[in-house]
């Protein structure tokens, strides 16, 4: 990919103090424009991270980090940058960006265009704040408007593969699927290492429920690259969805066959397409390598869960538990898998451990006064409800405050 322009007009003020080498921040901030240029917001927002320690007073640096939050759902990390950014009390339009950013995460899309549009004011060609925009109208659904910033985007930077593939998007959500190829063909041109074009307008007739065209598509993708298992996976669930069993069952043998050295990649596709029994094999393969994972070690829970395997489900989440003994949520799901056995006292037990490290975790209510009625304690049953009922309607004062920003207001008086 090429270097995108970066913005314009009205520079970020220079910091006044940056820790460590000016070249290594720099070279990290052209890995992370690069990343996030790609829609690679993990791989971004880590990078972005690095720089905001090298130079904490990087405005357009704490906005980028703040909407690569935002996008991968991380609250915790977006509140952590969108503090630091207001620290600086300045009305800055990076600042109005990560106070946009804030609002789209909450949902509060009328204030979020607000605010996107003041920021934009100031900076008008800047790239950045742009597909904030854009990915503010995505999230509204507003296939038009999101095109038309992504068309200025691209009139700014016609290299910009996430303004491409996001206009691409677009199109399709508003039925110019032919329009939406071309814009992802231009995008694989760009960068040879993005999504296939046919597997990407795949998956948009397949998020409509055409799965006869989709089908059309994800094979093209794997003649054209048939080294890439996604659109195997694609094809073999549109069989299935259109009735096509013989020809699902053909594509299942191809997946064996082809990719029987990547367990890592396969198990994730087996999990999202919910085969669970085809999952467990390569989890435990990989827990052989990694005995003390504890994502592996859920991941194996779940899928020991899903195909009725209680026994195993128990045992494999009390290795996780042992790993990461203050994991309120562990405790959750060690309590509904008591539950679903039938032990009470146990999912009793286990549920009350989960509120004692999180008086928040809500699903370890709902066990509990499930596991309490089950046992006879309607009492205590009742008086969890009512303890449930204080923390829900505590989460949502807590939200409202945020989607209205009066937690921003409560904060600076």
Not at 93 to 113: D, H
Request: charged content about 30%; aromatic content about 10%; glycine content about 4%.
């Amino acid at each position: 990919m090429s270097n995108a322009p970066q913005p314009q007009s009205e520079p970020v003020p220079p910091p006044k103090k940056e820790n460590g080498s000016p070249g290594i921040a720099q070279e990290l901030l052209k890995e992370a424009l690069d990343a996030f240029y790609r829609a690679d917001d993990e791989t971004a927002l880590e990078l972005l991270l690095g720089v905001l320690e090298l130079n904490p007073e990087n405005l357009r640096i704490h906005y980028l980090a703040a909407l690569c939050a935002a996008i991968m759902t991380d609250e915790e990390t977006l509140d952590d940058v969108y503090h630091q950014a207001r620290k600086t009390k300045t009305r800055h339009p990076y600042i109005v960006g990560c106070e946009a950013v804030r609002a789209l995460f909450f949902a509060n899309f009328e204030r979020a265009e607000h605010l996107f549009n003041l920021a934009l004011r100031s900076l008008p060609d800047d790239i950045d704040l742009n597909l904030g925009l854009g990915i503010l109208y995505e999230q509204m659904g507003a296939e038009e408007k999101s095109a038309a910033v992504y068309l200025r985007v691209l009139e700014l930077a016609p290299d910009n593969i996430r303004a491409r593939i996001s206009l691409g998007i677009s199109y399709a959500l508003s039925g110019e699927y032919v329009n939406a190829l071309a814009q992802y063909q231009y995008a694989k041109q760009l960068d040879p290492t993005v999504e296939n074009p046919h597997q990407h307008l795949g998956r948009d007739y397949y998020a409509e429920g055409m799965f006869d065209e989709a089908a059309n598509e994800f094979a093209r993708a794997i003649a054209e690259e048939p080294e890439q298992p996604a659109a195997y996976f694609y094809l073999m669930d549109c069989y299935k969805r259109l009735g096509m069993v013989d020809d699902a069952i053909d594509v299942y043998e191809t997946i064996r066959r082809r990719f029987p050295q990547q367990p890592e990649i396969i198990s994730r596709f087996y999990e999202h397409f919910r085969m669970f029994a085809e999952v467990i094999p390569l989890l435990e393969q990989l827990l052989k390598k990694n005995p003390r994972d504890v994502e592996l070690l859920v991941r194996l829970t779940t899928a020991y869960r899903e195909i009725g395997r209680l026994n195993d489900a128990i045992t494999t989440l009390q290795r996780a538990i042992a790993e990461e003994p203050e994991g309120a949520a562990l405790w959750t799901l060690l309590a509904e898998l008591y539950y679903a056995r039938g032990e009470y006292t146990q999912a009793v037990a286990a549920a009350q451990r989960a509120l004692q490290l999180d008086r928040t975790e809500e699903a370890a209510y709902t066990v509990l006064a499930d596991a309490l009625l089950f046992l006879g304690r309607i009492e205590e049953a009742e008086k969890t409800e009512r303890q449930m009922n204080i923390i829900r309607d505590e989460a949502w004062r807590r939200y409202q405050q945020k989607f209205s920003g009066q937690d921003e207001v409560d904060e600076a008086e």
